[in-house]
């Protein structure tokens, strides 16, 4: 009821103990982060939850494509586990894609597509990254 009632973050888990929320909450809640980085924590903090918490495979594969510079400013789209880059906030991401698509379920490897077609197959989602990074268009970004 707090919260409802405008309470902040903080002030609500006071009265309500079960209210769990990660630090990035906190930070929104005093300045709004983008839409690029919001997109980006609530990604990587699906992993803490379930039923995403069963998919680690998917989690290094978004901590390392949000290592990256070049694609933490571009808007992370992910779909049944793939994970491709939009450099819109707010159109449709198939007509806003850039590079390729990377699926962290290939035969126990890192596959990167290009839309269907099997590019390479990575050991490591560093690996996958990197090569996705290597072939993006020069000055590419920050989404819109």
């Known amino acids: 009821m707090a919260w409802t009632g405008g309470a902040g973050l903080k002030e609500t888990k006071e009265q309500a103990q079960c209210i769990e929320f990660r630090p990035w909450a906190l ?8 839409a690029v980085e919001l997109a980006w924590c609530l990604k990587l903090d699906r992993i803490h939850m379930p039923p995403m918490n069963r998919f680690q495979r998917v989690h290094a594969l978004l901590a390392a494509a949000y290592a990256q510079p070049v694609l933490r400013q571009l808007m992370p789209v992910t779909s049944h586990h793939n994970l ?6 707010t159109a449709r991401y198939n007509t806003t894609r850039v590079g390729y698509m990377i699926w962290p379920h290939d035969e126990g490897c890192y596959g990167v597509r290009n839309r269907s077609e099997l590019l390479a197959r990575f050991e490591t989602p560093e690996e996958a990254v990197a090569f996705v990074v290597a072939v993006l268009p020069e000055g590419i970004g920050p989404a819109r």
């Not at 930070?27 to 983008?34: Q, S």
């Open 27 to 34: 930070a929104h809640e005093r300045e709004p982060l983008g």
């Open 84 to 89: 491709w880059f939009s450099t819109s906030t």
